[in-house]
């Protein structure tokens, strides 16, 4: 069975720039979730998909994160504009069913604004 | 506020000795814990969890210990083997398919 994947491994843009993130989740995992670590600090919640309906979004920093999961299926997280303190780390998980404590994580997404 | 904390941000270890990881939080309403494991350049691995009815879990070489009047949980790895280096990620979660919120994490090092 493939685990999550996550487009592209790494990204470099320039502040003011747009970036897209893509995560695929393991198939059938109607739960998806997004982090991100910045700089070696702990590894911080941004949202929550439940197929593709946002079941909660209180980890996003600010409106300049836009998430998608159309069809319910892999899931899309642009920045526009990036700003530098977006650089870090962002992790896609997925778990199976609603009530499933384990999440399964993909390889991440290093995303580094100059 | 951080409600998980891993106060070593580092341990040392000789190959064959016993690893202790420990992981403290400060809301009740956590009742589940996880471990996860992650090497450089790769996303966290589901290592092992524990249920807040539970004080021990036991895989293999790895076991999991809740103090949950002391709000604490260990994770014991024995014996540590150098494939075992890597940052491990103490985690925990108030209801199932929510949110993880995970420590800082801890940075093992064993050497042979």
């Known amino acids: 069975e493939a685990g999550v994947t996550q487009f592209p491994s790494h990204s470099v843009i320039e502040k003011g720039q747009t970036v897209t993130l893509r995560c695929d989740p393991i198939s059938g995992h109607d739960n998806l979730y997004w982090y991100r670590r910045v700089m070696g600090k702990e590894i911080k919640f941004l949202l929550h998909?439940?197929?593709?309906?946002?079941?909660?979004e209180s980890g996003m920093p600010n409106n300049r994160f836009l998430a998608e999961r159309t069809g319910g299926t892999y899931s899309t997280l642009k920045v526009q504009p990036a700003e530098l303190e977006d650089s870090g780390v962002y992790f896609c998980a997925s778990s199976h069913v609603l009530h499933s404590y384990e999440q399964y994580f993909g390889p991440g997404t290093r995303l580094t604004v100059t | 506020d951080q409600q998980v904390k891993q106060n070593s941000p580092s341990l040392s270890v000789q190959e064959g000795r016993i690893s202790i990881l420990n992981c403290d939080y400060t809301?009740?309403?956590?009742?589940?814990f996880l471990w996860y494991k992650k090497y450089p350049a790769e996303g966290p691995t589901f290592l092992i969890s524990?249920?807040?009815?539970?004080d021990k879990n036991e895989d293999g070489r790895f076991t999991v210990f809740l103090n949950k009047s002391a709000k604490h949980l260990s994770l014991h790895i024995v014996p540590s083997q150098p494939g075992d280096s890597a940052v491990y990620f103490c985690a925990a979660s108030a209801q199932a398919g929510t949110a993880l919120i995970f420590g800082k994490g801890t940075t093992l090092s064993v050497s042979s």
């Open positions: 998909f439940v197929k593709e309906s946002k079941q909660d």
């Open positions: 809301n009740s309403m956590f009742d589940y």
């Open positions: 524990i249920s807040s009815i539970k």
